[in-house]
């Protein structure tokens, strides 16, 4: 379907893909992964056709039908209800939609010859129409929004009244309904919560066409696609397997590459011996030569041997503290009087425990999190931090709030004026900044660079209590794993709020959920499994209390979330039944009317001009 060959791309004087070759065949479901800025977006662009190739060639296959979600919305088209803006994501039904209008207006003529070649028109687009889901295109639209997140009261509001995030789920919801063979999704669960996530799964499963995806997201990688594509150092190297088994095979293709490295640097430095030792003896010479030829080939087998080590994230280890690390005791908090986010809750944090606070956007998981760091006082209730208890916040609000025009190392020394150059030094570089790294400033690192260098900052002065807001935003897949790796290790509390579903699952041992609207907050003695289980047996009126489970069952998750889908469609059958009511009522008139209009344009003495009339209102009556 997708062939590159030898294709190459730069931007300024950087290599961005360096005669990169892969194909990607009809059917397959590719994830594509890589460091941030190694060229994924730029495969997308380049197969799109919104950029060209400096070398090489993309071929495509012949009318292949491409569906493409970018990061950014489409603009002017703020006013468009949200609804109508999903449905325009199907160009050729508007395209059919606006020919059978067409024809059926041309059908108020008397000429019966056109008329028959006309109908004969009329079912083929008819047919067209219905075998590209045009006339359920209204009810998919409506299920993709409500499954990302919308309520149904949201459907007719201008897309203009949404965030970015809330955007973003609008394009999303585009791409997935237009059903195209290949479908391309650059970062599909950014800006989603948790269940956004799992009915993004369960409806790309059910995707029929090819799809290739850009994702740091682990557990979507993992569920949907079979095949792997790393971008990374200019190249794009494929691995026939899913996430997992790339992972492995990344780590043993990394240790063989390492390993040859050295016999090569053990090579060169007996060469480098050899050259410095007889360079001086004319009786030597064409060995000398020879040696640096040798030399010459070593240095460029350097070049190709590329291995890319792990993520950095080093936590300190924590200072002592009592076993009750924080408590909420009737907790609630409100932004105007009388809203309240949440109300009633009562909550203890023990020390070691790693809780993840979750449910969906907007329900007022930061808003929690923000309280229980002290960062907001509570409306009402208390917060009660315990014995010797140190937290530390991080979020992406405060790695971006980082003063931009200082080093990493004035970073750190401006939290911790006391603390020596040798201990700020030592704490950098086990984030990743050692030597020269230390002096770059923030305005000059990236986003993953400046979520590291905001916990290095925060562990200046190590916390016993780590509360994190979205801790994984702007990390690759392997600074996330470092980062959970670290956490995992890590000796302190911890309570997060991650949509990373790998994220939470290997580091939560306990699940803090925050319901919409004020529905209250609950905990769960289970991991994010055990979560999702006891959830799906309550929405289907199952009894008992559900075992912790290593691997959840996904057939009671589906039916639960399955029995929400139907409840949302539901509601939209009843409001298309209530139309449906109101237009039974107008038919008798309509037909009346109808009567009228062919009578009149069976008189010979009406004018041209009220013909066409005649001739445009029957269209409308019959539509």
């Known amino acids: 379907m997708i062939e590159f060959r030898q294709v190459s791309k730069r931007y300024g004087g950087q290599i961005v893909l360096d005669r990169v070759d892969f194909r990607l065949l009809a059917g397959e479901r ?32 012949k009318d292949v039908r491409i569906g493409y979600l970018r990061q ?29 209008h067409r024809i059926e207006e041309r059908l108020a003529g008397d000429d019966a010859e056109e008329s028959r070649t006309l109908l004969r028109r009329l079912g083929e687009l008819q047919s067209q129409f219905e075998a590209q889901g045009g006339y359920d295109l209204h009810s998919r639209a409506a299920a993709a929004l409500t499954g990302l997140g919308f309520r149904v009261e949201d459907l007719q509001k201008p897309l203009g009244e949404f965030s970015g995030g809330w955007q973003m789920r609008a394009e999303l919801s585009r791409a997935l309904i237009a059903e195209p063979d290949l479908l391309l999704l650059d970062e599909p669960s950014n800006y989603l919560d948790l269940p956004a996530v799992e009915w993004l799964r369960r409806r790309l499963e059910g995707f029929r066409g090819t799809l290739a995806m850009i994702s740091h997201d682990r557990y979507l990688l993992e569920n949907l696609c079979e095949i792997t594509l790393e971008v990374a150092g200019g190249r794009a190297t494929r691995y026939p397997g899913r996430y997992s088994w790339y992972a492995q095979e990344r780590e043993k293709r990394r240790e063989i590459s390492l390993s040859r490295q050295a016999n090569e640097d053990r090579k060169r430095e007996q060469i480098e011996r050899f050259v410095e030792r007889f360079r001086a003896k004319n009786t030597m010479s064409s060995r000398v030569q020879s040696r640096i030829k040798m030399l010459e080939k070593l240095e460029r087998t350097e070049e190709v041997a590329v291995a890319r080590g792990r993520g950095h994230f080093r936590l300190a280890k924590p200072p002592h503290c009592g076993q009750e690390v924080l408590r909420c005791e009737g907790v609630g908090f409100a932004y105007e009087a009388e809203k309240w986010i949440f ?16 449910g969906p956007n907007g329900a007022g998981k930061t808003t929690l999190l923000r309280v229980m760091a002290g960062q907001l006082a509570p409306g009402e209730g208390k917060r ?20 931009r025009t200082r080093s990493c190392l004035e970073t750190l020394k401006a939290v911790a004026p006391d603390a020596n150059e040798k201990e700020i030094r030592t704490l950098l570089g086990g984030f990743g900044f050692s030597g020269e790294a230390a002096e770059k400033r923030v305005e000059v690192l990236s986003g993953g660079e400046r979520i590291r260098l905001a916990f290095a900052r925060i562990l200046i002065r190590p916390p016993n209590l780590l509360l994190l807001d979205e801790p994984t935003t702007h990390l690759d897949v392997e600074s996330r794993e470092a980062l959970q790796e670290a956490i995992a290790a890590y000796a302190g509390t911890v309570v997060l709020v991650s949509h990373d579903v790998a994220f939470v699952r290997a580091v939560a041992q306990g699940i803090v959920a925050v319901a919409p609207d004020g529905g ?36 009671k998750v589906a039916r639960a979330e399955a029995f929400r889908d139907r409840k949302v469609l539901k509601n939209e059958l009843r409001r298309i039944e209530r139309e449906v009511a ?23 003495e009406i004018s041209p001009d009220d013909r066409a009339a005649a001739g445009r209102r029957l269209a409308e009556v019959e539509a």
């Open 520 to 555: 209250g907050v609950r905990r769960f003695a289970g991991g994010y499994d055990y979560y999702r289980e006891k959830i799906a047996q309550e929405a289907t009126g199952g009894e008992g209390r559900a075992a912790p489970a290593k691997d959840v069952d996904e057939a």
């Open 72 to 100: 950014q919305v489409k603009p002017g088209e703020e006013r468009t209800p949200l609804r109508k803006y999903v449905e325009r994501a199907a160009p050729d039904l508007e395209t059919i939609r606006a020919e059978i």
């Open 343 to 358: 109300r009633g809750v009562d909550l203890a944090v023990q020390k070691g425990e790693k809780l993840a606070v979750v």
């Open 30 to 61: 590719a994830g594509i992964v890589g460091p941030n800025g190694a060229g994924k977006s730029t495969v997308f662009d380049l197969i799109v056709g919104e950029s060209d190739a400096d070398a090489g060639a993309v071929i495509r296959a």
């Open 582 to 604: 109101g237009l039974e009522r107008e038919i008798p008139g309509l037909e009346q009317e109808q009567s009228a209009l062919y009578q009149k344009l069976a008189a010979t």
């Open 384 to 403: 009660v931090a315990g014995h010797l208890v140190v937290p530390g916040y991080q979020s992406q609000e405060t790695a971006d709030t980082m003063d």
